[in-house]
């Protein structure tokens, strides 16, 4: 499970940025590539 390190995104303009976790081996750019669009539970977690 990927985790947010940080509650508030940080703006660096012009985006928004999250702060997530180290997860592991897998970037989660590999993760939704190989597992698809998260759930509505992964997101509310």
Do not use: C, F, N, S
Request: hydrophobic share 40%; charged share 40%; net charge positive.
């Amino acid at each position: 499970m990927i985790r947010l390190a940080r509650e508030e995104p940080i703006h660096v303009p012009p985006r928004w940025m999250i702060v997530l976790e180290h997860a592991g081996e897998k970037t989660l750019a590999r993760k939704l590539r190989e597992d698809g669009r998260p759930t509505v539970d992964e997101l509310r977690t």
